[in-house]
T-cell receptor
Framework: DAGVIQSPRHEVTEMGQEVTLRCKPI?????LFWYRQTMMRGLELLIY????????DSGMPEDRFSAKMPNASFSTLKIQPSEPRDSAVYFC?????????????FGPGTRLTVL | RKEVEQDPGPFNVPEGATVAFNCTYS??????FFWYRQDCRKEPKLLMS???SGNEDGRFTAQLNRASQYISLLIRDSKLSDSATYLC????????????FGTGTKLQVIP
């Protein structure tokens, strides 16, 4: 079975540009999480969805960040405009129903560099 | 106080040694607990859940101490391939569930 799929795997962009990260969760999973990881702050939860509905977006840094989940098989995280401090690895994870949010399956991540 | 705290390490241990990590959590409402493993430049992967009665999976043993609010991971007979960062995860129930990852403990197994 395919795991969580993220694209692109690497993104280099210039400050001020719009960045869109994409995620396809594992089929049948009903929860989806977006994380950001840096050396300084570790793994930070940005937002999570349950049954396509955003449940907690308190981790979204500011209005420049937005996330959508239009259907059960696709989600996007958008940064507009991007800034150098947004440089990080962004992970998407999904979780199956009935297991509790602690059992998460991560995608390979998108390594974002903002120049 | 952070919701989940781990000693960042690194723990440098020789092959064959036994090593243990602790992870403390601050919210007594926390209900479920997990250990994840993250290799360098890779995604975190679920290693094992932590049950109230403790659980073992091969060389790995996880335990929960609710009274002192910590979980532990014991690795016996360390292998070079165990070198990684180990993240503890705490799941808090309530109006909505909240999952918090610790910052991880780095383990380096030395030949």
């Amino acid at each position: 079975d395919a795991g969580v799929i993220q694209s692109p795997r690497h993104e280099v962009t210039e400050m001020g540009q719009e960045v869109t990260l994409r995620c396809k969760p594992i089929s049948g999973h009903n929860s989806l999480f977006w994380y950001r990881q840096t050396m300084m702050r570790g793994l930070e939860l940005l937002i999570y969805f349950n049954n396509n509905v955003p449940i907690d977006d308190s981790g979204m840094p500011e209005d420049r960040f937005s996330a959508k989940m239009p259907n059960a098989s696709f989600s996007t995280l958008k940064i507009q405009p991007s800034e150098p401090r947004d440089s990080a690895v962004y992970f998407c994870a999904s979780s199956p129903p009935g297991t509790g949010y602690g059992e998460q399956f991560f995608g390979p991540g998108t390594r974002l560099t903002v120049l | 106080r952070k919701e989940v705290e781990q000693d960042p390490g690194p723990f440098n241990v020789p092959e064959g040694a036994t090593v243990a990590f602790n992870c403390t959590y601050s919210n007594s409402a926390s209900q479920s607990f997990f250990w994840y493993r993250q290799d360098c430049r890779k995604e975190p992967k679920l290693l094992m859940s932590v049950y109230s009665s403790g659980n073992e999976d091969g060389r790995f043993t996880a335990q929960l101490n609710r009274a002192s609010q910590y979980i532990s991971l014991l690795i016996r007979d360390s292998k070079l391939s165990d070198s990684a960062t180990y993240l503890c995860v705490v799941n808090r129930a309530g109006g909505y569930q909240k999952v918090t990852f610790g910052t991880g403990t780095k383990l380096q197994v030395i030949p």
